[in-house]
């Protein structure tokens, strides 16, 4: 796929559609694309590709905390979605397909992994920790304020590894992508009423292990 040209005077973004910006004019552009795909032409699903990819790439990331990894499952996502487009539903948006394929792929090798861990020891606490480093770090304001940042990021980063993947996911698609209740319900294949109990979990849990950097009271839960 990657060696093919692109069709000429096909856009590469939805917001370039000569369709316009409408959703139904995307939905016939990339029914107008699959259809072309389906009949021989290989080219036309490169569009799809230069479209979706950063995007995809970008959400696969944060779901799996795994740079590597991600770009494997983004591959692997359109592959399939390749391999499958004689069963989406011309009627219907690709990138919400798309995305399914992708978020199940990296829940699958999420669980995959954790079902091959067998270590029995929890990490050791890092006696250099920078929780306890003193000396040019404290020497004016703007030091402490950059060690803060630094430390919220990463404890920040440790709280979304320490959550349950699928928990994960749904964070991330409410809270970072602004998806609906329905629309997740849909991507991951679950009812709403279990994609807001997994949410109301996802943010306890994340609540909790960011407590010393929330304000007294904890945040609301509209805003983690």
Do not use: C
Not at 76 to 100: G, H, K
């Amino acid at each position: 796929m990657a060696g093919e040209r692109r069709p000429e005077g096909i856009p590469t973004r939805p917001h370039d559609s000569p369709l316009g910006e409408s959703k139904d004019g995307i939905v016939r552009e990339e029914a107008d694309l699959v259809r072309r795909v389906l009949s021989g032409e290989k080219a036309a699903f490169e569009v799809l590709v230069m479209r979706y990819h950063r995007d995809l790439l970008r959400l696969l990331r944060r779901i799996t905390r795994n740079a590597e990894d991600a770009e494997d499952l983004t591959q692997e996502a359109f592959l399939r979605a390749y391999r499958a487009l004689d069963r989406f539903d011309l009627a219907r948006p690709f990138r919400p397909w798309l995305w399914t394929i992708g978020i199940r792929l990296a829940l699958q090798s999420l669980a995959s992994r954790r079902r091959g861990e067998v270590s029995l020891d929890g990490p050791e606490d890092d006696p250099g920790d920078e929780r306890r480093q003193d000396g040019p770090w404290l020497a004016d304001e703007r030091s402490v304020r950059h060690l803060d940042e630094r430390l919220l990021q990463r404890d920040l980063s440790d709280a979304l590894d320490g959550l349950d993947p699928m928990h994960r996911a749904i964070l991330i698609l409410r809270v970072v992508e602004e998806r609906t209740y329905e629309e997740i319900a849909s991507l991951l294949g679950i009812p709403i009423g279990t994609v807001m109990s997994r949410l109301s979990r996802a943010r306890r849990n994340l609540r909790q292990r960011l407590a010393g950097w929330l304000p007294a009271g904890g945040p609301d839960d509209r805003t983690l």
